[in-house]
Nanobody
């Protein structure tokens, strides 16, 4: 099992930056694919990005292509998600999740463990 804890959310002004962190504990971190999702009010949980076990490659959702950067530090057991120049459409609860998938995992059901989520609110 793996326990995930997100941090870095809060209230951000439009034009500001976002850097979320997902810290993992439990089973060997390098054995898990880690992804980020977001869920805006009244919307379904949306895939944002996922990163390989080594951190050497990443995959992004079509709707966010080029707008986020995901990174991974296996020594620190963390995965970060970053975005500059925010606007109110980025307001959502952001979740990190861990998967044993051998390929790119883009659906919530592909993931085995979830963090509690961190709220990001972008004010205009």
């Amino acid at each position: 099992q793996v326990r995930l804890v997100e941090s870095g959310g809060g209230l951000v002004q439009a034009g500001g930056s976002l850097r979320l962190s997902c810290a993992a504990s439990g089973s060997p971190f390098g054995s898990w694919l880690v992804g980020w999702f977001r869920q805006a009010p009244g919307s379904e949980r949306e895939f944002v990005s996922t990163i390989s076990r080594s951190g050497g490659s990443a995959y992004y959702g079509d709707s966010v292509q080029g707008r986020f950067t995901i990174s991974r530090d296996n020594d620190k057991r963390t995965v970060a998600l970053q975005r500059n120049n925010l606007n109110p459409e980025y307001t959502a609860v952001y979740y990190c999740a861990a998967s044993k998938s051998t390929g790119w995992a883009t659906k919530p059901y592909d993931y085995d463990f979830w963090g509690q989520g961190t709220q990001v609110t972008v004010s205009s």
